[in-house]
């Protein structure tokens, strides 16, 4: 399985603060925890 984490400064700056104020205040740490983890099955393991 592989595994995509997207940070928060994977994003443009102007991206980055609508997510911000999308989310407020109360969540944070989007440095060091990722905003969405994507998992892909590999594709030898489907054949």
């Given at each position: 399985?592989?595994?995509v984490e997207?940070?928060?400064?994977?994003?443009?700056?102007e991206?980055?603060?609508?997510?911000?104020e999308a989310?407020g205040d109360?969540?944070?740490?989007?440095?060091v925890?990722p905003?969405v983890?994507?998992?892909?099955e590999?594709?030898e393991?489907?054949?």
């Amino acid at each position: 399985m592989k595994i995509v984490e997207i940070y928060l400064n994977d994003f443009i700056p102007e991206k980055q603060q609508e997510i911000l104020e999308a989310f407020g205040d109360e969540i944070g740490n989007y440095d060091v925890f990722p905003i969405v983890t994507l998992e892909f099955e590999d594709k030898e393991a489907n054949n």
